[in-house]
């Protein structure tokens, strides 16, 4: 995919501050520090646009990054930081619920996990939301960077069994965004949702 423009049009908390187009969006969630807002400037080929945050959690908004002024990447909050209040975490979960059910152009969500780790229950309840709202998902496992090519496939099984996915129902993309490797196979599969 060619990125010609990208920028920052709305941070949001609720459906009422959602873009008021018809714009298609490709969201990314995930756990704080699964390296997020590092993968969406590497697709996007900018170094700044997603702020990487220091403070894991610190991100409370929903994100959308308008792109080539015909679809969104929509940065979901990280979730499963442990120093989060009860209250933080329920409010998070509220957010995530009514974008789920709200939101009439979401196509497809890319669920990240650390490809080094085996998912967490947090990752598992994402995985899960995405089922019952009936929308599109698929793995960006990140940090591959971190672990040797021929430890792939046994991360991989990890994660489908933890996921409880059955045979190739899901994909599964390597990344690493220090590194630059998959980025383009990322980019590639997104163009292909957007076409369909």
Known sequence: MIIKSSKLKISAVNPSSYPDDDLPCIAFAGRSNVGKSSLVNSVLKRKTLARVS???????????????????????????????????????????????SESKNLKH??????IRHEPKETDRQMYEYCKYYNIPVD???????????GQYQKSFSVIKKFL??????VKIF???????????????????????
């Open 164 to 169: 409880n996915i059955k045979g190739d129902e």
């Open 109 to 114: 969500l890319f669920l990240l996990l650390d």
């Open 54 to 100: 220091q403070m894991p959690g610190k991100t409370r908004t929903i994100n959308f990054y308008l792109i080539n002024d015909n679809f969104y990447i929509v940065d979901l909050p990280g979730y499963g930081y442990a120093k989060l209040s009860k209250e933080e975490k329920d409010s998070w979960g509220k957010t995530m619920e009514l974008y789920f």
């Open 174 to 196: 390597p990344i690493s965004s220090l590194k630059k490797t998959g980025i383009e196979e990322v980019s590639d599969y997104m163009e292909e949702i957007l076409k369909n």
């Open 139 to 149: 793995i960006i496992a990140t940090k591959s960077d971190k672990i040797s090519r």
